[in-house]
């Protein structure tokens, strides 16, 4: 006799109004990491420049807007929006450093601010983050062996 017996969920967001602010959260930064992104694969005068003043070069400029737009896209798919959150945290810790150490009059405020609203957006969505964890610890159909 197979038993399926499935552990309970983890906690996520599962009042209506936690439900709203998430989704209201995800567009929100999905908006600000989109528009941060082109920005700098735009390369406006200032975006230039403060990549120059950080020293790793253009090409840095253009790898961190892929990884924004892909992450602001992310954002906006349900089953991708707390991995996208959790690697746009890791953008902003970056963006905080380097806005603290290598930029001239730099200020981290907003990059902190970000990484704030990134945070409690991985909190708000914490279930679908046990539910990748899960998936990885099960073999799948296609690594299991033909008996």
Known sequence: MNQHI??????????RPAH???????????AVF?????TKW???????QTFEEVGAGQWLR?????????GGVGLLVPFLAALAALALSGVMVGAAVSET???????PVIPLAVLALCGALVWLRRGSLSE???RLGRPSAARTPAG
């Open 20 to 30: 709203i602010t998430a989704w209201v959260m995800q567009a929100l930064l999905a």
């Open 132 to 134: 990748y964890t899960a």
């Open 42 to 48: 735009l390369g406006g005068e200032q975006t230039r």
């Open 6 to 15: 499935s552990s309970p969920r983890p906690p996520t967001a599962t009042s």
């Open 34 to 38: 989109l528009f941060s992104g082109v």
């Open 62 to 70: 253009y790898v961190t807007g892929a990884v924004e737009i892909a």
């Open 101 to 107: 150490v290598l930029v001239d009059d730099g200020n």
